[in-house]
T-cell receptor, first 115, second 110 residues
Framework: NAGVTQTPKFRILKIGQSMTLQCTQD?????MYWYRQDPGMGLKLIYY???????DKGEVPNGYNVSRSTTEDFPLRLELAAPSQTSVYFC??????????????FGSGTQLSVL | GQNIDQPTEMTATEGAIVQINCTYQ??????LFWYQQHAGEAPTFLSY????GLEEKGRFSSFLSRSKGYSYLLLKELQMKDSASYLC???????????FGTGTQLKVEL
């Protein structure tokens, strides 16, 4: 019962470095999402995908990039890390029914610090 | 536009009932979710409302009024483990993405 798997769990970056947050799901969900959560705040949508080869921007896409080459994988790329990107990142996937998405299944999160 | 409002914090007593409100002003509203998030963990799904009315699931119930842009989460027989953040979230239009409120931090005391 793997569900949604995110790696790494923790990472410290220096300003200007780049990295990729990995996300994979084994539930054959078409919909996948990347959220960030700052302390004491709700989740902000970065990017999402409704299927392989299709991605779209969320509320806070600047400084990030994504790709969706397979149904299972949805990596998030930070090209030039900035202190403002210090946050907890959650990947999620969703079942779908008529009318759109249903329950979101979340990964365990990545704590990223940019110093 | 979209605006989701929830109280920031609430405190309640073990064994009691608590109601957490959520109001939203969104164009193209589709459905409303409630999630529970314990400190340091990922959110977990509690409920989904798309039609007006009350959805009951054990100790937790969720209510939706589409005409009033209003929902509440009702937690009965509170337990210490219910201390967590409760996130209200809505889907819009095509229902492809979920927008979250800032969450209500609930503290359950003895």
């Amino acid at each position: 019962n793997a569900g949604v798997t995110q790696t790494p769990k923790f990472r410290i970056l220096k300003i200007g470095q780049s990295m990729t947050l990995q996300c994979t799901q084994d539930m054959n969900h078409n919909y996948m999402y990347w959220y960030r959560q700052d302390p004491g705040m709700g989740l902000k949508l970065i990017y999402y995908s409704v299927g392989a080869g299709i991605t779209d921007k969320g509320e806070v896409p600047n400084g990030y990039n994504v790709s969706r080459s397979t149904t299972e994988d949805f990596p998030l790329r930070l090209e030039l890390a900035a202190p403002s990107q210090t946050s907890v990142y959650f990947c999620a996937s969703s079942t779908t029914k008529a009318g759109g998405m249903r329950e979101l299944f979340f990964g365990s999160g990545t704590q990223l610090s940019v110093l | 536009g979209q605006n989701i409002d929830q109280p920031t914090e609430m405190t309640a007593t073990e064994g009691a009932i608590v109601q957490i409100n959520c109001t939203y002003q969104t164009s193209g509203f589709n459905g409303l979710f409630w999630y529970q998030q314990h400190a340091g963990e990922a959110p977990t799904f509690l409920s989904y409302n798309v039609l007006d009315g009350l959805e009951e699931k054990g100790r937790f119930s969720s209510f939706l009024s589409r005409s009033k842009g209003y929902s509440y989460l009702l937690l009965k027989e509170l337990q210490m483990k219910d201390s967590a953040s409760y996130l209200c979230a809505v889907t819009l239009g095509g229902g492809n993405k979920l927008t979250f409120g800032t969450g209500t931090q609930l503290k359950v005391e003895l």
